[in-house]
T-cell receptor, first 111, second 114 residues
């Protein structure tokens, strides 16, 4: 079975903290994605990576950065967490033309 | 540019009745089309896809979708709804001549009443 694993299901952080969300896939996929999901807004792309050390900004990259040092791992970093970053974060991976496989999601609350 | 629209925020259907969740898309080239389902506090699960070939695509859990190029639609259907089908459904599109990044619709909440 294919698998995308996110390091935490639920996370509570304080305003101003640096937050790391980790995502690992075991399918040797080139593409990896970080999305943010908010009610009524659907999925919004934060960052995309198509290869190791390669990244592209998505629709809402402000306040976020990413790291992809190894093919299987794609990390999302909140440089200084703010309350408006409270959300559900979804990681996904895919081959070039196939469907995306999603992790179980991380529900982040910033207080 | 590519885009996808799910015109209904919510669809209500009685158990045992057929269901349809609508999706229309816009791409400059040819589309790859996908449907996903999301249960509460979970990630998205892949249901089915259209890449090429037969316009009627069958997927998981008895769902199917019909690709209609002239109407630029890819509606999700099931002949007989189950209460357990109640979930959030997302349509996604990728332009075959464009980037690797799929665009998702805003999602449609399907509620199946007993």
């Amino acid at each position: 079975d294919v698998k995308v694993t996110q390091s935490s299901r639920y996370l509570v952080k304080r305003t101003g903290e640096k937050v790391f969300l980790e995502c690992v896939q075991d399918m040797d996929h080139e593409n990896m994605f970080w999305y943010r999901q908010d009610p009524g807004l659907g999925l919004r792309l934060i960052y995309f990576s198509y290869d190791v050390k390669m990244k592209e900004k998505g629709d809402i990259p402000e306040g976020y950065s990413v790291s992809r040092e190894k093919k299987e791992r794609f990390s999302l970093i909140l440089e200084s967490a703010s309350t408006n970053q409270t959300s559900m974060y979804l990681c996904a991976s895919s081959l070039i033309i196939t469907e995306a496989f999603f992790g179980q999601g991380t529900r982040l609350t910033v207080v | 540019a590519q885009s996808v629209a799910q015109p209904e925020d919510q669809v209500n259907v009685a158990e045992g009745n057929p269901l349809t969740v609508k999706c229309t898309y816009s791409v400059s080239g040819n589309p790859y089309l996908f449907w996903y389902v999301q249960y509460p506090n979970r990630g998205l699960q892949f249901l089915l896809k259209y890449i090429t070939g037969d316009n009627l695509v069958k997927g998981s859990y008895g769902f199917e979708a019909e690709f209609n190029k002239s109407q630029t639609s890819f509606h999700l259907k099931k002949p007989s709804a189950l209460v357990s089908d109640s979930a959030l459904y997302f349509c996604a599109v990728r332009d075959t001549g464009g980037s690797y990044i799929p665009t998702f619709g805003r999602g449609t909440s399907l509620i199946v009443h007993p």
